[in-house]
C-alpha cells in the first residue's frame, strides 16, 4: 500500500478520522490548560581582579609643587584577561556545592543551570533558574547571587588567598520579572495530540482496510455463487436436448451390399448433373435349379435396391 492508496482509503472513511482528529485536538487542549506553567529567571555575574593584581598608576598634581604626584586606582575591566580559567573552576564548584542542591529540592519541580556566559568572551557566569511559581524563581535566583560569592570565598579561604588577592564577584544583570515559560506545556500538548492523531490515522486505515477486505470476500462469494447458478442451467438444458441432436461419436461408414451394381455414367461431366436417388424396386424371385445359369443375372431394365441412377 503507498501513500496515495493510503490518503484514499482516509477520505473514503472520513467519518472516522473527523472525529479522531477532533479528539486528538481536544486531547492538546486539555493538556494545555493542564500543565502548569513554569517561571524563568537569569542574572549574570562578573570575575573581577583582586586588588593586590592591579598596578598602581600616579599621575602628577597639576598646580602643585613640584615632584607631587597622585596615586589612582586603575580600572579593574581593564584586567580581566587571565580570568577565564578561575570562571571554570568556579562553575564546576557551583554545580556541586550541596546548597543548590538544597535551594533546587526546596521548590518541587525548580531547575538551577550554571554556566559560562557563551555570548562573552570575558569570564563571565550566567544562571538560569526555573520555578513553578513567580515568586519561587525570585527566590532562587537571589539564592544563587548569594551562593556563587560564598562558593568563590571558600575556594579561596582554601587556597589561603591573601585578602587583597582575592578574586572578586559582581553581578552584571539580574532579571526583576520572570519569563513564562512555554516549553513544558507545548511538549504535553503536542506530544499528545500527536499520539491521538496517530492512533485516529492507524484506526482508520485498519477499519478501511477491514471493510475493503469484507467486501472483496462478499463479491468473491456472489462471483461463486452466479457460476455455479450457471452450471447447474446449462446442466439442465444439455439435459433438455433431443438423443438425435446431440453430437454423437464419429462412425465409419457402413460397407456397400455385395448385391451393388454401379452403372458407368453417360455423361462426360458428372458433377453438373443432378444426383437423385432411384425408387427401390423389388428383386426378381429367384429362378429354379433347372433353368439356365444365365438366369442369375439381372435383368436390364431392372435396377438392384439401392442402386443410384442418374438423367440428363
Do not use: C
Not at 579561604?157 to 515559560?181: F, M, N
Not at 482496510?209 to 469484507?214: C, Y
Not at 433431443?242 to 454423437?248: A, F, H, I, K, L
Request: aromatic share 2%.
Amino acid at each position: 500500500m503507498n501513500i496515495a492508496e493510503t490518503l484514499r482509503g482516509l477520505m473514503r472513511r472520513w467519518y472516522v478520522l473527523i472525529p479522531g482528529l477532533l479528539l486528538a485536538v481536544g486531547a492538546a487542549a486539555y493538556l494545555w490548560m493542564h500543565t502548569p506553567p513554569t517561571y524563568q529567571r537569569s542574572a549574570s555575574q562578573l570575575l573581577l581582579p583582586a586588588e593586590a593584581t592591579l598596578p598602581e598608576i600616579e599621575i602628577k598634581v597639576e598646580g602643585g609643587t613640584a615632584g607631587e604626584v597622585e596615586t589612582l586606582a586603575p580600572n579593574p575591566f581593564l584586567y580581566l584577561g587571565g580570568l577565564n580559567t578561575a570562571a571554570d573552576v568556579l562553575v564546576s564548584a557551583v554545580q556541586g556545592a550541596p546548597a543548590v542542591a538544597a535551594a533546587a529540592e526546596r521548590y518541587e519541580g525548580a531547575e538551577i543551570t550554571v554556566r559560562r556566559d557563551p555570548m562573552s568572551s570575558g569570564p563571565m557566569l550566567l544562571v538560569d533558574v526555573t520555578a513553578p511559581s513567580d515568586e519561587a524563581a525570585a527566590a532562587l535566583i537571589d539564592t544563587m547571587i548569594a551562593e556563587t560569592g560564598k562558593v568563590l570565598d571558600q575556594i579561596q579561604t582554601t587556597q589561603r588567598v591573601p585578602d587583597r588577592s582575592r578574586i572578586l564577584i559582581s553581578p552584571i544583570a539580574v532579571d526583576t520579572e520572570s519569563v513564562l515559560g512555554t516549553k513544558d506545556r507545548m511538549m504535553m500538548a503536542g506530544g499528545g495530540g500527536a499520539v491521538v492523531a496517530l492512533l485516529a490515522i492507524l484506526l482508520t486505515a485498519a477499519t478501511d482496510g477491514l471493510l475493503r477486505g469484507r467486501g472483496r470476500r462478499a463479491a468473491r462469494r456472489r462471483a461463486r455463487a452466479e457460476r455455479r447458478a450457471r452450471g447447474k442451467s446449462g446442466s439442465r438444458r444439455r439435459d433438455t436436448v433431443p438423443d438425435e441432436e446431440t453430437p454423437g461419436p464419429l462412425r465409419e461408414p457402413a460397407e456397400a451390399p455385395a448385391n451393388l451394381v454401379l452403372l458407368p455414367s453417360a455423361l462426360p461431366d458428372e458433377e453438373d448433373e443432378d444426383v437423385v436417388d432411384a425408387p427401390a424396386t423389388e428383386p426378381d424371385p429367384a429362378p429354379d435349379d433347372d433353368e439356365d445359369d444365365d438366369a442369375d443375372l439381372p435383368e436390364p431394365d431392372a435396377a438392384p435396391v439401392g442402386v443410384r441412377a442418374r438423367r440428363r
